[in-house]
DNA sequence: TATTAATATTCTCTTTACGGAATATTCCTT
DNA sequence: AAGGAATATTCCGTAAAGAGAATATTAATA
């Protein structure tokens, strides 16, 4: 989980990734359609890479890369986990501090 | 977005957001749970907060911690548009390098 | 096999991020 | 007002990340 973050915690990556979310691009199409130089489209592809975001098929004398949908399934179920926060937010925190407060005059 | 994954870009931040996915904890009962020092869990806590992930309820001596709903609303809708990419691949990759290569002969 | 296109890697420099320790701040309580 | 508990901030050292430029590698083709 901290991998695909790390991996998306950088502007271009993030920029890289929607727009492979089209279609499988080659190295020299992300870089010219992000306007970045060939090495830092490179790289960056490298650490979408080991992040397991992206995987490559070789293809002559190109790489395509294209967006793996393991980490996105995985987000996905991490996510879920935090539904209940934003669909009808069940911690009350009011209910929560009352409840505190109860506690400590227990204490007495 | 951006914002929003570099804060999660870290170990200890994803294990404080899953512990405040419970209830709102304060500086010290979070660093308790994770064996954190205080001042690293305060520090922690305060680029969730720049990044909108917590939000603070002072009560009294002590700073409750709170996750916000809106940042995971934001990430539901952004993986939302990936969604087609696990739920079927849309963009049928050999397909696409045949149709590559159709360009291709096109060009002698 | 020499050349060339496409891509990857290395090196250097600068910036940023993190942990630890110490200290400052805030606010309640007496 | 003084003391104390809870939390925030600062300072320092180190490690990691990023860009740019140069270079290396790979694979197709003449």
Redesign the pocket.
Known sequence: MERIF?AL??S??IRIVQLLKEKPL????V?ENLQ????????????LHDAGIVE?I?Q??????RLRPEPFKELDVWFDSFRSIWEGRLDRLDDYLHDLQAEESNED
């Open positions: 790390s915690a950088e271009n990556r080659t190295v020299g199409e870089a970045l130089r060939q090495p830092q489209a490179s790289k960056h592809l490298k650490v490559v070789p002559a004398n190109r790489r395509f890369y």
